[in-house]
């Protein structure tokens, strides 16, 4: 257990501790559920018990005479006000409450505001809703049967359950390959439904100033500003008359991008009351209702020859989309970027077909830290490559070495059409194996099992694509994905930069004042990092898959670039020469030849700000602002190695080891990588091993508490090992790449590839996460279970 | 959040006091001590009570002590007083091991014994290691005390024998009896309930079983308790081969049901494995000599 | 009900419904909101504050329980202006992210140092097992508790008061 160098920096990358941590060690973050506001009301959402059933009549007159209600709000009701139902994220609707019939356990169905939260709660068990109990749909393998029920009526025309058929690749060509091929090895997998689980839960607090009109919005947002637009067209307010505050969030990893039926609902009970009203969800509500991530019946094949050179990729994919549409992604993929499936070996042909349903479970897929689904991708990809290890009898590192990308490859055009940046894929193999021990490792494991002790090495390798996205190809409901950055440095030369990103926990308060001092040479301790208020930064899709660092920090640091061009004109005044006669050092332009004679960047902000002359077209002050449009999305990889330990007897997994080696790139703050990568290892661990919400026939759902939804906790957790290799990008202004999600794409199937090689001596190739004891000794005995059903 | 329905709070002040209580509020009243089952339940509105009658200020309920060769544990008695006593960890190995399991550092400052037992989970740990150790439990009412055998308190899921004008305030354990213990646990994560537990209480004499007491959570047993196993193995020499034989029958005897901690043959196998290691750990700690 | 509580060495009184959890009225009748709420099945370990002198979940606390005895949260560890080595830890070893769980996990720590001052790498990951993190994959949290065990004792440094 190593900690990261304790040298420190002031100036520009390095380690530095966290300006966010001083209030957060105090207890004065300011989350949501934090805000009370005078006046204030408190809402409750009644959910279906159901799956899928008729609303016959819902009676909320008892629920009315409540003392303390003050207001109750039905579907009926948001009809009059033509909010009944609204855009989903990927071109369909969701119901905010349900009018017609219910079609997922959870879904909402009534709203109460009423003085405080316990009589809100109360208030809910007032209402009487009749329902009609209809069959679910709750198997995807079976949605599409004409025998099903019918889930989506609401949409006229509509017969079946199917939502859109998406496919990437050359078919032709592909099949051609696996019609040649030496050798072809198919296996299906699901990679289950799963939750983000923020430890804060969702919520919203929203303020109708009846007078000004104005409303704000302070919620659980990773992407104020699109709120905001959304909002706007949504529900038809003037977007000048909105302002979405984000304030402190208490972990997002996607479950807080899009807009949820309780955000709206508390904002049509403040317009109702005229008061402002909180609305925060129970843990339940969370993992019942918001958006869950995966949900992806994958069937993958692999082409190779004998000697191990992979040839080609073919899948089918089901989707499970739950009852609404409502995955969050650019709009041309609706697969997100799935087609990256190919990951990081070079092969001749990749075809990929996706096929959407709904089903009688909520809404969503696109989630928990899984970078538009590269997650799923990785994980087909690096599964495919050990069973493909496994039938040709191959060290699956050594396989993977033969057939990873080289370095002299890049730019990369891979057979889907993703354009790889840089990259040197075999030097961070070869460290993570060196780190690991390789070579030992497998005769420690040939000895355990001589002995008859199950141990498993599981490797993988990742190629993330991040830093959506280029504006010609990337849109959410149509706006751009560009983000815009102001920097201000004012006139004793402190500054401000402003973001149209959001934390919530990523530390952006200090690496994007790192940025800003990198460039600038201004301290790091004098730069000030506002976000989250719509109000008072520019405008920019926010943050989630691993975005802020590749968009949003070049936008950051063009806009200090700017910045410092600007300085070198002010610095030529001063000094009354030629801009072009200055030469740049972090913090200062001097004269070219002379570095006696020069001005610091604080000397120019105060110059920039005072009486100085200034050349023709020059006007006063430092500032410096960027739209950036990205030309390319960034492409972090890297490899990693569990190793497990399993109890043959009761089926219980050891997670022993986890070597993790991650090149996002030059690292702004290596602390704050360090602590990224590990959090996404323990998701790797958690769904791995654990997490998983599966649903019986009744469309019950199995996971919706953390009594029944895993997460890891310390002692499932190994002490980490990490390493890294630096390629930069050559597109971004820094060479950055962007690390969020990095681990948790890349962690599952290394911790899934171990244990089925500890496994792999009772002839085992493949059974699917999550590896509770139950589904590793039901693997050992021949009958895994479907991890997405009631276990029988 | 989840919060509980309305509810009246009594603080009793007295073991007497409570008694009182819950005589004047009748089957509406709820004790309540540590309150980490019955707080969850209340908020799920699985539970509302009419009254709560609090308990935690009559700290002389919680002990830990011995008496006419006995180990008496005060029914408030919080799970990490129960961890740390040294009597505990001197005479009863299985107690210390399940307290170890159970629930997490924080709860177990707060959960006590006596509620874990009235709660009456079907996945209790303490159930399972107190049916092993052949407890018993007093129960006090206005009308007086009697002692009840653990294998006689429980009577199904959340239920017990305790009448409602009655508190637990005590569970006995014979100082005599036992020479090995082991508690054996599986779960999915730490903090989890069991998917399946077995506690084993052995007397040996002569190399052979005299007393034998095998508790299983989570599995349907009845009264948390093999008998069936317990009944083979009295009286038998204890070899690898009649410990084998002992779990095959916990095993088969015990009555699980699927659910997503796994499904019934899986449960089963696992009593099978767990009965033979708690079984071999006891019986090592017999060999020993010591605890 | 009228409740009299003691709360980072203040007494408190507050007419509160009987059912009200601890977790509520320290953060809306007291309005100390360092301490937070993430399940409603006492499993996450975010509520954690200190019952006379020792750990609990006050979500799953009655207010009216805590009548009479004293309570300490997050907002106590710091004292003087002063972080508590346990905050600075956190601090020195990146031990936080978005910072939800950290005053649960702060309270737990500080507990535990003040009964074992120099406890194990496992010794730690226990103490705090019942309490979830979804950022820092844990490492950074033994590492910072880890730190303030070796630190104890030290006068307050920059965290404390450059940074703030």
């Keep these: ?792 | 959040m989840q919060v509980p329905a309305p509810v009246d709070y009594e603080r009793a002040l007295s073991l007497d006091h409570a008694i009182e209580l819950l005589e004047r509020y009748g089957p509406d009243a709820k004790i309540i001590a540590g309150g980490h089952s019955l707080l969850p339940m209340m908020k799920l509105r699985l539970l509302q009570p009419e009254v709560l009658i609090d308990l935690n200020n009559v700290t002389d309920l919680g002990y830990i002590k011995v008496e006419s060769n006995e180990m008496r544990i005060g029914a408030l008695t919080r799970h990490s007083e129960l961890l740390e006593s040294p009597i505990v960890s001197e005479h009863f190995p299985i107690i210390s091991e399940a307290e170890r399991v159970i629930a997490d550092p924080v709860v177990r400052n707060r959960g006590t014994v006596g509620g874990s037992l009235c709660q009456a989970d079907p996945s209790e740990d303490l159930a399972a290691v107190f049916s092993a150790l052949k407890a018993s439990v007093v129960l006090r009412g206005s009308k007086g005390t009697r002692v009840v055998p653990v294998r006689e308190f429980h009577s199904g899921p959340y239920s017990t024998v305790i009448d409602p004008g009655e508190i637990l305030t005590e569970i006995r354990v014979s100082l005599s009896s036992p020479c090995g213990s082991a508690y054996k646990k599986v779960e999915r994560r730490v903090g989890d309930w069991a998917i399946a537990a077995v506690g084993v209480v052995l007397r040996v004499s002569n190399s052979r079983a005299d007393d034998v007491g095998i508790g299983l959570t989570a599995v349907g047993a009845e009264h948390y308790c093999a008998y069936e196993a317990e009944e083979f193995l009295v009286g038998k020499e204890l070899s690898e081969e009649t410990i084998n034989e002992c779990a095959r029958i916990a095993a088969e005897n015990c009555n699980p049901s699927a659910d997503q901690r796994g499904p019934v043959d899986y449960k089963r196998h696992l009593v099978e494995v767990l009965t033979f290691r708690a079984l071999g750990k006891a019986v090592a700690r017999c060999k020993g000599g010591s605890q | ?164």
């Design chain 1, 1 to 792: 257990m190593t900690a990261v160098s304790d040298t420190e920096t002031t100036i520009g990358f390095g380690r530095v501790l966290r300006k966010e941590d001083v209030r957060f060690l105090r207890g004065k973050g300011n989350y949501v559920d934090d805000i009370k506001l005078p006046g204030m009301l408190h809402g409750a959402v009644l959910r279906s018990p159901y799956a899928h059933a008729k609303i016959v009549s819902i009676n909320t007159a008892a629920a009315e005479a409540h003392p303390k209600v003050r207001a109750v709000v039905t579907g009926k009701l948001l009809e009059t006000l033509n909010l009944a139902w609204i855009p989903s994220l990927s071109h369909d609707v969701i119901a905010v409450l349900a009018t017609d019939k219910v079609r997922y356990q959870g879904q909402e169905v009534a709203f109460v505001v009423a003085d405080d939260r316990y009589a809100a709660r109360d208030a809910l068990e007032l209402i009487e809703v009749e329902y009609e109990v209809l069959p679910a749909v709750i198997d995807a393998k079976t949605a599409l049967d004409p025998s099903s029920a019918l889930i989506r009526d609401d949409i006229e025309g509509k017969s079946d359950n199917h939502i859109f058929d998406w496919d990437c690749g050359d078919q032709e060509e592909t099949d051609q390959v696996f019609d040649q091929a030496e050798v072809v090895v198919k296996q299906e997998m699901l990679y289950p439904r799963v939750h983000p689980a923020p430890m804060e839960t969702c919520g919203a607090v929203a303020d109708m100033d009846p007078i000004s009109g104005k409303l704000t919005i302070w919620s659980t947002t990773q992407a104020p500003h699109a709120h905001r637009t959304l909002y706007a067209l949504v529900a038809g307010l003037p977007e000048h008359k909105l302002r979405v505050v984000s304030p402190d969030i208490g972990g997002g990893f996607g479950n807080k991008v899009g807009i949820y039926p309780g955000y709206v609902l508390a904002v049509v009970g403040s317009i109702l009351t005229k008061r402002p009203v909180k609305w925060m969800e129970d843990r339940s509500e969370n993992l019942m209702s918001t958006s869950f991530a995966r949900d992806y019946h994958m069937s993958g094949e692999i082409a190779a020859t004998k000697d191990g050179k992979i040839l080609g990729l073919r899948v089918h994919v089901l989707a499970d989309h739950g009852a609404f549409n409502n995955t969050a992604q650019p709009t041309k993929f609706p697969a997100g970027f799935f087609h990256i499936f190919s990951g990081s070996y070079d092969l001749r042909s990749a075809y990929c077909q996706v096929t959407g349903v709904y089903t009688n479970k909520a809404p969503g897929g696109v989630a928990y830290a899984c970078s538009f689904r590269v997650t799923e991708a990785v994980y087909l990809v690096e599964r495919m490559v050990d069973c493909l290890a496994q039938e040709l009898k191959m060290d699956p590192a050594e396989l993977r070495m033969r057939n990873l990308l080289k370095p002299e490859q890049f730019p990369y055009l891979s057979p889907t059409g993703w354009e790889y940046d840089s990259g040197d894929y075999p030097r961070a193999l070869r460290l993570a194996m060196d780190i690991a021990g390789y070579e030992t490792l497998r005769q420690e494991q040939a000895e355990k099992r001589a002995k008859g002790e199950l141990m498993g090495i599981g490797v993988s390798f990742f190629t993330e694509t991040v830093g959506a996205g280029p504006k010609k190809h990337m849109d959410i409901l149509g706006l751009g994905m560009a983000d815009g950055c102001d920097v201000r440095v004012h006139p004793t030369g402190k500054a401000v930069v402003r973001l149209s990103v959001q934390t919530q926990g990523q530390g952006h308060e200090t690496t994007f004042a790192q940025i800003v001092s990198e460039v600038t040479g201004i301290p790091i301790a004098d730069i000030e990092v506002v976000h989250g208020d719509t109000d008072s930064t520019p405008f920019g899709l926010g943050t989630y898959g691993s975005r802020s660092t590749p968009v949003s920090g070049a936008a950051c640091a063009i806009a200090s670039q700017r910045v410092r061009d600007k300085a070198r004109i002010i610095a030529a005044a001063m000094l009354e020469c030629s801009p072009e006669d200055l030469e740049w050092e972090s913090g200062r332009w001097f004269v070219k030849g002379d570095p006696s004679s020069g001005k610091t960047i604080q000397e120019i902000a105060l110059a920039a700000h005072g009486p100085l002359e200034l050349p023709d077209g020059v006007e006063g002050h430092l500032d410096g602002q960027c739209v950036y449009d990205p030309p390319n999305l960034t492409y972090p990889f890297g490899a990693y190695i569990c190793v497990v330990d399993i109890d043959k007897d009761t089926g219980k997994v050891n997670v022993r080891r986890f070597i993790a080696v991650d090149d996002c790139g030059p690292r702004i703050n290596p602390m704050i990588v360090e602590g990224q990568v590990h959090g996404g290892l323990a998701d790797g661990v958690g769904m791995a091993l654990m997490e998983a919400i599966a649903f019986d026939e009744e469309g019950n759902c199995l996971g919706g508490s953390f009594m029944d939804y895993l997460l890891p906790t310390s002692l499932e957790c190994p002490s980490w090992e990490t390493g890294q290799t630096v390629t930069p990008s050559p597109h971004h202004p820094l060479g950055l790449k962007g690390v969020g999600e990095s681990a948790t794409v890349g962690s599952p199937p290394a911790v899934v590839n171990a244990i089925i090689d500890a496994l792999s001596v009772y002839g085992v190739r493949h059974a699917d996460m999550p590896f509770t004891p139950a589904q590793v000794w039901r693997t050992i005995v021949g009958s895994p279970m479907r991890t997405d059903m009631a276990f029988k």
């Design chain 3, 1 to 164: 009900m009228n409740i009299e509580v003691e709360v980072n060495g203040v007494g408190y009184s507050r007419d509160i419904e009987p059912r009200m959890l601890l977790v509520h009225f320290l953060r809306d009748e007291i309005g100390l909101t360092g301490t937070h709420w993430g399940c409603d099945t006492t499993n996450c370990g975010t509520c954690v504050v200190w019952m006379d002198e020792v750990p609990v979940k006050s979500c799953t606390v009655l207010a009216a329980m805590a009548a009479g005895h004293s309570v300490r949260t997050v907002e106590d560890l710091e004292q003087n202006g002063t972080l508590d080595p346990v905050q600075q830890g956190f601090m020195e070893m990146h031990g936080l992210q978005c910072g939800f769980c950290t005053p649960g996990m702060m309270m737990t720590a500080r507990w535990l140092l003040d009964h074992n001052p120099d406890p194990s790498e496992m010794e730690i990951r226990e103490a705090i097992s019942g309490q979830i993190c979804r950022c820092t994959g844990y490492e950074n949290i033994v590492r910072a508790i880890r730190w303030a065990a070796e630190h104890s004792g030290e006068p307050a440094d920059k965290a404390g008061e450059v940074m703030a």
